[in-house]
Nanobody, 118 residues
Framework: QVQLVESGGGLVQAGGSLRLSCAAS????????MGWFRQAPGKERELVAT????????YYAGSVKGRFTISRDNAKNTVYLQMNSLKPEDTAVYYC???????????WGQGTQVTVSS
């Protein structure tokens, strides 16, 4: 069982930066691949970035590549999403999620709101 708690969201002007954190409970954090997702009002949830259990492999959606960086600190049971050059279209609720199997995220956080003003 893993519990995830996101933090770091807020209101920022376009071009600004935010760093989201996702703190995980449990002793097996280092065995989980982690992902950040987002959902804007009226839109489907979309994958933003993922990071493997050993942090070697990362993936980014095309819309954030070059602006966002996912990282993790297994000693702190925490995964991060550094978001730079933010755009109004990045406005959404951001969720972190954990998975042990290749295709299914088993655990989700409650989400943190990111609002980017123009």
């Amino acid at each position: 069982q893993v519990q995830l708690v996101e933090s770091g969201g807020g209101l920022v002007q376009a071009g600004g930066s935010l760093r989201l954190s996702c703190a995980a409970s449990g002793r097996s954090f280092s065995m989980y691949a982690m992902g950040w997702f987002r959902q804007a009002p009226g839109k489907e949830r979309e994958l933003v970035a993922t990071i493997g259990a050993s942090a070697i492999i990362t993936y980014y959606a095309g819309s954030v590549k070059g602006r966002f960086t996912i990282s993790r600190d297994n000693a702190k049971n925490t995964v991060y999403l550094q978001m730079n050059s933010l755009k109004p279209e990045d406005t959404a609720v951001y969720y972190c999620a954990a998975r042990r199997t290749p295709n299914t995220y088993d655990y989700w956080g409650q989400g943190t709101q990111v609002t980017v003003s123009s």
